[in-house]
Nanobody, 125 residues
Framework: QVQLVESGGGQVQTGGSLRLSCALSGRTFSNYAMGWFRQAPGKARELVAAINKNGFTRRYGDSVKGRFTISRDDAKSTLYLQMNSLIPEDTAVYYC??????????????????WGQGTQVTVSS
C-alpha cells in the first residue's frame, strides 16, 4: 500500500522561498511518476509540476514556470518542490500524487492513483 506524506509547508512573505518534500513508502519509489498539485479555497485543484519515472521529463503549470522546480531522489524515495519568488497567489494546500501506470510526466489529476494529505503554503504580502 502506497503512502505519501508531504512536509515543508508554512508561511512566507512575498518573494520568499520554500521547499516541499513528499516521502513515498510502501512501494518502490522509482516505479512511480509523480506530481504536485495545489488547491486554493474556492478554486479547482490545479497542476503545479509533474515528473516522469526516470526524472528526465518535467512539466510545469503556466503560473509557476521559471519559479518552481520539481525533482526526485529515488535513493530517498522523496519528491521535492523548490518554490522561489513566491507570491500571494501561490497560497494553497499543496498535494503530491503518484501513479505507476505510465512512464511519462502526468498532467491530469484524474490519472494519479495515490495522494498525500496536503501541506498548507501561505504567502503574505
Amino acid at each position: 500500500q502506497v503512502q505519501l506524506v508531504e512536509s515543508g509547508g508554512g508561511q512566507v512573505q512575498t518573494g520568499g522561498s520554500l521547499r516541499l518534500s513528499c516521502a513515498l513508502s510502501g512501494r518502490t519509489f522509482s516505479n512511480y511518476a509523480m506530481g504536485w498539485f495545489r488547491q486554493a479555497p474556492g478554486k479547482a485543484r490545479e497542476l503545479v509540476a509533474a515528473i516522469n519515472k526516470n526524472g528526465f521529463t518535467r512539466r510545469y503549470g503556466d503560473s509557476v514556470k521559471g519559479r518552481f522546480t520539481i525533482s526526485r531522489d529515488d535513493a530517498k524515495s522523496t519528491l521535492y518542490l523548490q518554490m522561489n519568488s513566491l507570491i500571494p497567489e501561490d497560497t494553497a494546500v499543496y498535494y503530491c500524487a503518484a501513479t505507476p501506470r505510465t512512464v511519462v510526466a502526468v498532467l491530469e489529476a484524474s490519472q494519479y492513483d495515490y495522494w498525500g494529505q496536503g501541506t498548507q503554503v501561505t504567502v503574505s504580502s
